[in-house]
């Protein structure tokens, strides 16, 4: 997404949710890149805010430019192969919230479409059954309005922009989207209005269940 839109990263102090010796919990901004980019002018992100406090952090996974919420870092190399199999594993759950364009008329469903790149438009995605890669989403209405619609995804899978996609394929594209949204569905918000709700996972040291949460900001 930089390479396509200007990059003005937000000036806020990072947001530290949780830390102990093994990993610590931020609240990413949106318009922050996740880790750093091509070029010197993408080298600010959030992984490098929180090696500004954290020298020792790794990265564990991304959320997209635009995309706010939860996001995990580990601090040291045993809790990143830890929460890195987890995440190959599909043992991780995440929880996000999405404003959708139009009226979901049904209060809950699943989108199972592969996905892969669509090389002439990237970073644009595709739905391809010969070469995609399986995608999985779980859907909950959670409010209604006269032009949008809240929910609640619950991804399996974690393909590069997947809950943008798999709502876009069900006719009901995230507001302000710059990438998959036009008309009033891409001006009906100044962000992509997805966020990351909550990250659950094993405690790297003693395999304790825990879970962290984001207040969703729109």
């Not at 990413?28 to 996740?34: D, F, N, T």
């Amino acid at each position: 997404m930089p390479d396509v839109f200007e990059y003005k990263p937000p000036n806020l102090p990072v947001d530290i949710l949780y830390y102990d010796a093994h990993f610590v919990v931020v609240d990413k901004p949106s318009g922050l890149l996740s880790v750093p980019g091509k070029g010197e002018h993408l080298r600010d992100c959030l992984m490098s805010r929180v090696q500004k406090i954290f020298p020792e952090s790794l990265l564990v996974h991304r959320l997209d430019l635009e995309t706010s919420g939860v996001m995990l870092f580990a601090l040291t190399r045993h809790a990143q192969r830890h929460l890195g199999l987890q995440f190959e594993k599909r043992q991780i759950k995440k929880t996000y919230i999405a404003r959708v364009w139009g009226e979901v008329s049904e209060k809950m469903g699943e989108v199972d479409l592969p996905l892969i790149v669509d090389w002439p438009n990237r970073p644009r995605q595709k739905v391809c059954h010969e070469t995609g890669k399986m995608a999985y989403t779980e859907w909950r209405v959670l409010k209604k309005d006269r032009m949008s619609t809240r929910v609640r995804l619950k991804p399996t899978t974690g393909r590069s922009h997947q809950l943008r996609m798999h709502m876009l394929s069900i006719g009901h594209v995230i507001l302000g989207d710059k990438l998959y949204a036009d008309g009033e569905a891409l001006h009906a918000a100044e962000r992509l209005l997805l966020h990351a709700e909550s990250i659950k996972f094993r405690h790297p040291e003693g395999g304790k269940g825990v879970i962290f949460k984001s207040a969703c900001p729109f």
